[in-house]
């Protein structure tokens, strides 16, 4: 049996926890190898082998002759490579599905993420880290994200899921600043729009993610 691949990073990160939810939805063990992010080990040579920017997640398979970083690039690997097993449909099994996908993906990462990733670190890290919230900073985010949000709801109202009928990898890389968004008060601005609340209470409530929650709870060094 061929060895886990290797996530490196902490789950409680959000671009960690979008590649351990593609991860669990696709059935392969991975191995989750700890970054101390406070003790910057993300910033030293050795690191930066693997992700040059110093940031994480940084990805490699099992026996480490391959090495990815950028979460969405590999989840999307992660579902090419593994076509044939777990959520077979979840980047899509024929060029149209994939570029519908693709196209709400690029839509995260260029509307969305922007955004709530500014958000999370306001509401959820910055108190955490005993840094001053930047009030002016939060509200241009909230305004921007609502902004998002109206057309997600359009859109969820003519399909139930971004990219149609299927729960795919375009919802699944909202969940984990839409996680941490809806446990503060900005999670009203799921809960105000009807489609995007429906969305967001189907695709939370997924098993792979449940589980994702659980480790960023309790991390754990290895799932399979
Ligand atoms: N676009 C990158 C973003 C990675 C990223 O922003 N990671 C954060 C944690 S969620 C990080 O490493 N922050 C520390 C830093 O930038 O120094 C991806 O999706 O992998």
């Keep these: 049996m061929a060895a886990p691949v290797k996530v490196y990073g902490p789950p409680f ?54 090495t990815i970083f950028e979460s969405r690039a590999i989840s999307r690997y992660v579902c090419d490579k593994y076509a044939n097993q777990g959520n077979k449909g979840l980047f899509g099994t024929n060029p149209l599905e994939k570029a519908s996908i693709d196209q709400w993906l690029e839509a995260e990462g260029q509307n969305f993420s922007p955004p709530s990733s500014i958000l999370v670190f306001q509401l959820t890290f910055a108190p955490r880290m005993k840094i001053k919230q930047d009030q002016n900073l939060i509200k241009q985010n909230e305004a921007k994200l609502a902004r998002v949000l109206d057309v997600y709801d359009k859109r969820l109202n ?17 969940l984990p600043n839409a996680h941490y968004l809806n446990g503060t008060d900005v999670g009203e601005l799921f ?20 589980k994702v929650v659980e480790m960023q709870r309790s991390p754990a060094p290895t799932t399979s």
């Design 13 to 66: 990160s959000t671009a960690v926890a979008r590649v351990m939810v593609t991860l669990i939805e696709k059935d392969v063990p991975f191995q989750l190898l700890p970054v101390n992010m406070a003790k910057a080990e993300h910033k030293k040579p050795d690191y930066l082998k693997l992700q040059p920017f110093g940031q994480v997640p940084a990805f490699q398979d099992g026996d480490g002759s391959i």
């Design 158 to 174: 003519e399909s139930r899921y971004l990219a149609g009928d299927d729960f795919t990898l375009a919802d699944l890389s909202h």
């Design 191 to 210: 809960r105000s729009r009807k489609n995007v609340e429906r969305w967001w209470a189907e695709v939370s409530s997924r098993e792979s993610w449940k």
